[in-house]
T-cell receptor, first 115, second 113 residues
Framework: DTAVSQTPKYLVTQMGNDKSIKCEQN?????MYWYKQDSKKFLKIMFS???????INETVPNRFSPKSPDKAHLNLHINSLELGDSAVYFC??????????????FGSGTQLSVL | GESVGLHLPTLSVQEGDNSIINCAYS??????FIWYKQESGKGPQFIID?????DKRQGQRVTVLLNKTVKHLSLQIAATQPGDSAVYFC????????????FGKGTKLSVKP
């Protein structure tokens, strides 16, 4: 019954590895997002997809590649992980897009620790 | 606006008191604002929103006030309960063709029983 679900909840890995975080929403929303929350709790948008199309791509290293197989899924693949990638990553969705003043529904987060 | 400073602002209140959490936003053209609550180990959860054509909106035990003149937003929680303990974020929609929700740096609310 979880509206926005992401897996895994915890991810511990070595520097240089490649990892993926999966996200699914069952709300029928058109737009999905990835946010990064650092150790100071600051939330910053990384990507936004509307109906499988990339809408927002903030200044994020190209080691991060989002993939949206359909509008209910937005996965995040990270290549060559670095220590600075350690953070909590949140997936979110909205009914349409943020430009139409829609609130976001967030998943419970994936805590990534790069050793 | 974007986060500055090293420490998360903290507000400590007694159970039953009213809480006021403040937020300064950055863009005078922002037209939509949201308050989120984030409990430990969870994702941000929507509390209340307000559009720029309003200056006050009330929900259940919560009230949001918007002062566009000084670009200030506040969240008032009535009769604060231990379950209200969390980090609270304001967010502004910076607008534009894509839209972009920008989060403030958060305030940690601690409720003492």
């Amino acid at each position: 019954d979880t509206a926005v679900s992401q897996t895994p909840k915890y991810l511990v890995t070595q520097m240089g590895n490649d990892k993926s975080i999966k996200c699914e929403q069952n709300l029928g929303h058109d737009t999905m997002y990835w946010y990064k929350q650092d150790s100071k709790k600051f939330l910053k948008i990384m990507f936004s997809y509307n109906n499988k199309e990339l809408i927002i791509n903030e200044t994020v290293p190209n080691r991060f590649s989002p993939k949206s197989p359909d509008k209910a899924h937005l996965n995040l693949h990270i290549n060559s992980l670095e220590l600075g990638d350690s953070a909590v990553y949140f997936c979110a969705s909205s009914r349409t897009g943020v430009s139409t003043n829609e609130k976001l529904f967030f998943g419970s987060g994936t805590q990534l620790s790069v050793l | 606006g974007e986060s500055v400073g090293l420490h998360l602002p903290t507000l400590s209140v007694q159970e039953g008191d009213n809480s006021i959490i403040n937020c300064a936003y950055s863009n005078s053209a922002s037209d939509y604002f949201i308050w989120y609550k984030q409990e430990s180990g969870k994702g941000p959860q929507f509390i209340i929103d307000i559009r720029s054509n309003m200056d006050k909106r009330q929900g259940q035990r919560v009230t949001v006030l918007l002062n566009k003149t000084v670009k200030h937003l506040s969240l008032q929680i009535a009769a604060t309960q231990p379950g209200d303990s969390a980090v609270y974020f304001c967010a502004e929609n910076m607008g534009g063709s894509q839209g972009n929700l920008i989060f403030g740096k958060g305030t940690k609310l601690s409720v003492k029983p």
